[in-house]
């Protein structure tokens, strides 16, 4: 069974750092982008990072270049996000995300980060 | 990114049909041929059910069907069922290997 497991996710003071992790499983990870995408509270989805099945090239949301840093680990089968600098609007379930040819194919069950002022 | 325009809410009767746009602009929805569409019950994942204009994935009905004309992607939901209930997202490629999404339809089954 194609699987994406999210985790890591918590709740951290404005300012302080995180690091989420996605396992996949069933899949040739390595062979695949992967991106991560968030939702706030109540609200809609958001876009944020992707990264080349390589791990050689990645794109940013305008509202997280310079704060967050999406990473893999094929050999271990898991995608990164280290967030840094974090604001209570990072406040949102965050979502990994297998992509299939520019579609989000295959979603994680998501895990939520809480950013307190 | 500017998010895509979907109508807030959106109801039908069991049975009936009801078609959710997407808006967007020629950088996304005009410009590419990758517009998807999701399905999201309250507190679970979104789930994929429609993509590159009618390709379903296993499982999901033929009841789902969606077109595109210009900026504009629809999605259709024919013989609604109370299963149906639930929020409706819209996605396309926007270029530079970016994702756009809709604000989210709220359908309601009667």
């Known amino acids: 069974e194609v699987q994406l497991v999210e985790s890591g996710g918590g709740l951290v003071q404005v300012g302080g750092s995180l690091r989420l992790s996605c396992a996949a499983s069933?899949?040739?990870?390595?062979?695949?982008?992967m991106h991560w995408v968030r939702q706030p509270p109540g609200k809609g989805l958001l876009w944020v990072a992707r990264?080349?099945?390589?791990?050689?090239?990645?794109s940013y949301a305008d509202s997280v270049k310079g704060r967050f840093t999406i990473s893999r680990d094929n050999a271990k089968n898991t995608l990164y996000l280290q967030m840094n600098s974090l604001r209570t609007e990072d406040t949102a379930v965050y979502y990994c995300?297998?992509?299939?040819?520019?579609?989000?194919?295959?979603w994680g069950q998501g895990t939520m980060v809480t950013v307190s002022p | 990114q500017s998010a895509l325009t979907q109508p807030r809410s959106v109801s039908g009767s069991p049975g009936q049909s009801v078609t959710i746009s997407c808006t967007g602009t020629?950088?996304?929805?005009?410009?590419?041929?990758?517009v998807s569409w999701y399905q999201q019950h309250p507190g679970k994942a979104p789930k994929l059910m429609i993509y590159d204009v009618t390709k379903r994935p296993s499982g999901v009905p033929d009841r789902f069907s969606d077109s595109k004309s210009g900026n504009t992607a629809s999605l259709t939901i024919s013989g609604l069922q109370a299963e149906d209930e639930a929020d409706y997202y819209c996605c396309s490629y926007a270029g530079s290997y970016t994702w756009v999404f809709g604000g989210g339809t709220k359908l309601t089954v009667l």
């Open positions: 995300v297998r992509d299939d040819r520019y579609i989000p194919s295959v």
């Open positions: 069933g899949f040739t990870f390595s062979d695949y982008w």
């Open positions: 990264l080349t099945s390589d791990g050689s090239s990645t």
């Open positions: 020629s950088s996304d929805v005009g410009g590419y041929n990758y």
